[in-house]
Structure formats: C-alpha cells, structure tokens
Nanobody, 122 residues
C-alpha cells in the first residue's frame, strides 16, 4: 500500500520560510513524478510544483516561481518543498502527489497525501 505523509507545515509570518517534506512508502509507479498542490478554504485545488524522477525537470506555478523550490531524495523516498518569501495568499493545505508524468494537472496524479497546513500571517 502506498503512503505519502507530509510534514513541516505551520504558522509563519509574511516574508518567512518553511520547508515541507513528503515521505513516500510502498511501491508506486516505476520512476514516479512527484508534485505539490495546495488548497485554500473555499478555493479549488491548485498546482504548486512538480519534479521528475531524475530531478532533471521541474515545473512551477507562476505564483510561486522564484520563491519555492521542489527537490527530491530518491534514496530516502522523500520530496521537499522549500518555500521562501511567503505571502498570506500562500496560506493553504499543501499535499504531495505521485504520478507517472510531470504535469500541472491533479488528474495525472494517482497517489495523494493527507496534507499539511501552512498559514502565513500578515
């Protein structure tokens, strides 16, 4: 059974930083792509960032480009999201997901974690 478990969320002031982690266990796809999505209250789920198995390809939403960095450590089965220069509009539940290819569509990801809350105060 595949499990994705996020950690690292919390409360931070605007301009601050957080690093989220997503630990994967169980067998997923061969060489899975991994992504982060977020969902704020009353809003639809939104793509944040994605990374290929080799880390050669990364893909970011325009709203986080230049502030967030996605990375992975395949030996540890962990994906990271370094979030800098946080803004109140970044407040959301952040979830990681595993899929067969790197895209920005949630429909392309099969396995999902439960999410971790990130709250940015102004």
């Amino acid at each position: 059974q595949v499990q994705l478990v996020e950690s690292g969320g919390g409360l931070v002031q605007a301009g601050g930083s957080l690093r989220l982690s997503c630990a994967a266990s169980g067998r997923t796809f061969e060489r899975p792509a991994m992504a982060w999505f977020r969902q704020a209250p009353g809003k639809e789920r939104e793509f944040v960032a994605a990374i290929s198995w080799s880390s050669f390809s990364t893909y970011y939403a325009d709203s986080v480009k230049g502030r967030f960095t996605i990375a992975r450590d395949n030996a540890r089965g962990t994906v990271y999201l370094q979030m800098n220069s946080l803004k109140p509009e970044d407040t959301a539940v952040y979830s990681c997901a595993a899929g067969t290819r790197i895209t920005g569509s949630s429909y392309d990801y099969t396995y999902w974690g439960q999410g971790t809350q990130v709250t940015v105060s102004s």
